[in-house]
């Protein structure tokens, strides 16, 4: 894994101390520290990180808010710092361009896998975009895809991993755009046949 220059924002020095220690246990550059999510806006822009890690939870801005400030401007990965990940704050962490979660407590493991997530589904993002030809039709698209995503999950009792893989083989199989399989996936759960 080739290092990555990280942005990290929590209001708790303690945790913020871990992912640094952490970030750079990965052979990451640590290039800012936030505190609040207005300060992560600003070292965003300042910064240029490759990879930034917000807590969902800070004053004056949350994570979701200043991932939603970030991703207006450039199109960064972004994980979410969570205690707790249910299934709504997934879906408006997915609608605020996050492109994965860290669970707390925080472990060197959670922390590789949360990054190699989020790195993957950039690029999945790259390539959609590379379908689609503009960055909100493929944020559209990404947004679809988490839901239909969801939705697989759910129904078919699998993991996020595994819920992907079955959309990467069905879009091979019936030689469909990925987007265009979750808008099926979308539209059937919106409007079931009966």
Do not use: C
């Not at 917000?54 to 979701?64: V, Y």
């Not at 199989?173 to 409007?191: D, F, G, M, T, W």
């Amino acid at each position: 894994m080739n290092s990555l220059r990280v942005l990290i924002a929590d209001d708790e020095e303690a945790v913020r101390a871990v992912l640094v220690q952490l970030s750079q246990a990965l052979s990451h550059q640590v290039v800012g520290q936030a505190h609040d999510g207005h300060e992560a806006v600003a070292l965003a822009r300042t910064t240029n990180p490759d990879m930034i890690l917000l807590d969902i939870r800070m004053p004056h801005m949350d994570g979701l808010e200043a991932a939603r400030a970030i991703t207006s401007e450039k199109l960064v990965p972004i994980i979410i710092v969570t205690a707790h990940a249910d299934q709504a704050l997934m879906e408006q962490a997915a609608e605020a361009g996050v492109f994965s979660y860290l669970l707390k407590p925080i472990t060197l493991q959670r922390l590789a896998a949360a990054i190699s997530t989020a790195r993957a589904r950039f690029a999945d993002l790259q390539m959609l975009r590379s379908e689609v030809g503009d960055l909100q039709s493929a944020l559209e698209a990404r947004k679809l895809i988490e839901r239909a995503k969801g939705i697989l999950m759910r129904d078919l009792r699998v993991g996020e991993q595994e819920a992907y893989r079955w959309l990467k083989r069905a879009s091979s199989h019936h030689n469909q755009k990925l987007a265009e399989v979750a808008r099926r996936i979308v539209a059937l759960e919106q409007h079931p046949a009966h």
